[in-house]
């Protein structure tokens, strides 16, 4: 957890900005059928609407419900670790509805064709943000928004 609110928003925007461009690269391989790095560099030219987009709904709305579920899922006899665990755990179930939404919208889909696209991409992105969220890019912003905000 960051030690200070400086610290918090420093691994808001850098954790933002890694998931951000990492799974909007991956989304396009997966509408291409194929990899490669022009998915890449499509994904960096889109990066600026994405990040705005996603920062917003990271600091105004999941960041506050995630704390939430932590409140009300977790005891004041619960580690540390235990509270870290639920509240990246349900940022990462907040930010991939929200943002599979926004990917949605972005597309250009459309009634039925944009909700069929939502329940298609959110199993996938979803098993692909949470282990890459938990395992490399939490502890990986922590530390470097620890040695921002220092």
């Not at 580690?79 to 349900?90: A, G, H, I, N």
Request: overall charge positive; some cysteine.
């Amino acid at each position: 957890m960051p030690h200070n609110k400086k610290q918090g928003l420093c691994l808001s925007f850098i954790m933002s900005f890694i998931m951000i461009y990492v799974m909007a690269a991956l989304n396009i391989d997966v509408r291409q059928g194929y990899c490669s790095a022009q998915a890449w560099l499509i994904a960096l030219q889109r990066l600026p609407l994405g990040f705005v987009v996603g920062i917003l709904c990271d600091l105004l709305v999941c960041t506050p419900l995630s704390r939430r579920v932590v409140a009300l899922m977790t005891g004041p006899e619960d580690t540390e670790l235990v509270k870290v665990f639920v509240l990246r755990f349900s940022m990462v179930v907040l930010m991939t509805a929200a943002m599979t939404v926004f990917s949605v919208v972005v597309s250009g889909q459309r009634g039925m064709a944009g909700i069929v696209d939502f329940f298609t991409y959110l199993p996938y992105n979803f098993t692909i943000a949470l282990p890459i969220q938990m395992l490399v890019v939490a502890p990986l912003s922590l530390r470097l928004a620890r040695l921002a905000g220092e």
